[in-house]
C-alpha cells in the first residue's frame, strides 16, 4: 500500500500473505492510510501481485535488542557507535545521519523508500533520489504470527510497527553486501530508531529524533562495488517470511 498526498508521502506498508488473508489485509491497510498521523491521503494505492510459493525463503528474523536512552541526543550517541562498531567511517556516519535529519529527498522532503550509501564514500547509489528504494515481499510465515506476538507482549512491545521494522531489517540484513541501516520514522508520534545489521541484530535505540518531526527515513549502508540493481531487484522482487530467532523460540 502506497499513500500520499500530492508530492508528500503520507505511508505505505508491505505483506506477504495467503489469498484468504487478504480482504482482511486489505481493510487494515486502508484503515491506516485514511487514520496516519501524518496526515489525510488524497491518493491511496493497494497492488497485488501473485508471488509462486516455490519461490520464498524462509529465514529467521534478527535477534532484537532496545537501548533504553533518555533523550533524541543519547539516542544519536548510540547510534553512532553501533554504525561505527558496524565498520563505519565516523565521518561517513555524520554525514548520512545529517542528510537523514534535513530530510534526503531533493525538496528536502521525506523519501517513500531507502537511500542506498556506499561507505566508502559518502556517494548516494539509489537511482532515483527522490524516492529512494522501496522493500516488499516479506512478512512473519503465517505459524510464527502467534509466536512472534507472544514474544513481543513479554517484551511490552507487541505492535505493528515493531513488527514491521524487524521483519523488514531481517530482509534488508540478509544480503551479503549489506553492511548495516539506520531507521527513524517519520511519523511525527514515533520517536523510535533503529540500527541493524548481520552482525549485530536489530537495535531499537528509544529516542532518535525530536517527538512532532515529520522528518525520518532508513538508509542502508551497501559495501563498495556492490552491483547495486541487482541489490534493488533482491530488495524489491525476492520474496521471504521469516521467524523467531532460536535463542527466543519457547
Ligand atoms: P516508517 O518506519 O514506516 O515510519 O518509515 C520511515 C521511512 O522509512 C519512510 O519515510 C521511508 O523513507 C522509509 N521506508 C518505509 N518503508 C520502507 C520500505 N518498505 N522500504 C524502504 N524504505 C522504507
Not at 79 to 101: D, F, P, T, W, Y
Not at 141 to 156: D, I, K
Not at 161 to 172: D, G, N
Not at 217 to 232: Q, S
Request: glycine content about 8%.
Amino acid at each position: 500500500m502506497r499513500a500520499s498526498r500530492g508530492d508528500k508521502h503520507i505511508s505505505g506498508s508491505e505483506r506477504l500473505l495467503d489469498v484468504q488473508e487478504m480482504e482482511d489485509a486489505v481493510s487494515q491497510l486502508l484503515r491506516r492510510a485514511l487514520d496516519h498521523p501524518r496526515g489525510r491521503a488524497g491518493h491511496i494505492s493497494i497492488t497485488v501481485q501473485p508471488v509462486p510459493i516455490a519461490q520464498i525463503r524462509n529465514c529467521s528474523l534478527l535477534p532484537l535488542m532496545t537501548h533504553q536512552v533518555k533523550n533524541c541526543q543519547q539516542g544519536l550517541d548510540r547510534a553512532r557507535e553501533l554504525l561505527i562498531q558496524a565498520g563505519l567511517k565516523a565521518e561517513i556516519v555524520e554525514q548520512s545521519m545529517a542528510l537523514l535529519a534535513a530530510g534526503p529527498s531533493p525538496q528536502g522532503g521525506v523519501m517513500r523508500g531507502a537511500m542506498l550509501i556506499d561507505p566508502a564514500s559518502g556517494a548516494r547509489l539509489e537511482p532515483d533520489q527522490g524516492s529512494g528504494v522501496r522493500v516488499s515481499r516479506m512478512d512473519l510465515s503465517p505459524e510464527s504470527r502467534r509466536p512472534v506476538a507472544q514474544f513481543l507482549s513479554s517484551c511490552g512491545l507487541n505492535n505493528q510497527r515493531v513488527i514491521e521494522a524487524w521483519i523488514l531489517a531481517s530482509k534488508v540484513a540478509l544480503y551479503p553486501q549489506i553492511v548495516a541501516e539506520l531507521c527513524w520514522s517519520d511519523d511525527p508520534d514515533y520517536v523510535t530508531g533503529y540500527v541493524a545489521s548481520s552482525e549485530g541484530g536489530y537495535q531499537r535505540i528509544t529516542h532518535l529524533k525530536e517527538a512532532g518531526s515529520d522528518i525520518g527515513g532508513r538508509i542502508f549502508f551497501v559495501k563498495p562495488a556492490t552491483e547495486v540493481l541487482t541489490l534493488i531487484n533482491y530488495l524489491r522482487h525476492e520474496p521471504v517470511l521469516f521467524r523467531l530467532p532460536v535463542n527466543v523460540e519457547g
